[in-house]
């Protein structure tokens, strides 16, 4: 079977190691940054090291360590930033407070360039990736799904047995519920998650063991 277009690497970022992926396309060598939530010396390193050309920075939602350096990133390169939706608007308005809250460094405010809907699709390079809008964690999270390479990068929406807190504004935990079982389970238990924090997992090992969404715990098995 010829190898995917898409390539994916990890590159944990500020003391919540939070997971910020580059992808690019290894066809055209262009590629996007998701979740640049800070440590921006290391992640140009990365993305140097990887030999793609940036084109763009992708944003699941709004929280500090995710999406903290958008700003910056995208004035230095001088690209733009897509996502989330906008019901994360607030999220994003707030960063230099969330800033001081965890004692991380303020970067520059800034707005999205694109806000995504539910539907929409982003490019990466000659590649496309589906939107999911996928509520609960925060209002505003979006997945990105790249149905080729059964690959999607979840944000906080959903980890390796575990789930994305909703005690923060917003939050929603039967909506948080719903986002995985309605929106990501249906894509397909073979299909491999890049989650916000921790290891990568499937759809299918969270559906049988995952202690907050699985089928038995929902009473579905």
Request: hydrophobic share 35%; net charge negative.
């Amino acid at each position: 079977m010829a190898a995917m277009p898409l390539k994916i690497a990890i590159v944990p970022v500020t003391p919540l190691q939070q997971n910020c992926s580059l992808l690019w396309d290894d066809e055209t060598m262009v590629g996007a940054i998701c979740d640049p939530g800070g440590d921006i010396g290391r992640l140009s390193d990365a993305i140097s090291e990887a030999g793609f050309t940036l084109e763009k920075v992708l944003l699941t939602h709004g929280h500090l360590d995710h999406a903290g350096a958008a700003g910056e990133i995208a004035r230095t390169y001088g690209v733009p930033i897509e996502g989330p939706h906008k019901d994360d608007a607030f999220l994003i308005e707030t960063l230099p407070e969330q800033s001081a809250k965890y004692g991380l460094p303020e970067y520059p405010l800034f707005e999205p360039t694109r806000w995504l809907d539910h539907g929409d699709t982003v490019t990466v390079g000659g590649l496309t990736l589906d939107v999911i809008h996928c509520p609960g964690h925060t209002p505003g999270h979006v997945v990105f799904h790249h149905g080729p390479s059964r690959i999607a990068l979840v944000g906080d929406v959903i980890f390796q047995g575990s789930v994305g807190r909703t005690d923060f504004p917003r939050g929603n935990h039967q909506q948080l519920i719903d986002s995985i079982r309605d929106r990501l389970f249906t894509l397909g238990g073979d299909t491999g998650f890049v989650p916000g924090h921790g290891p990568l997992s499937t759809f299918e090992y969270e559906r049988q063991t995952n202690p907050y969404v699985s089928d038995q715990v929902l009473g579905l098995a």
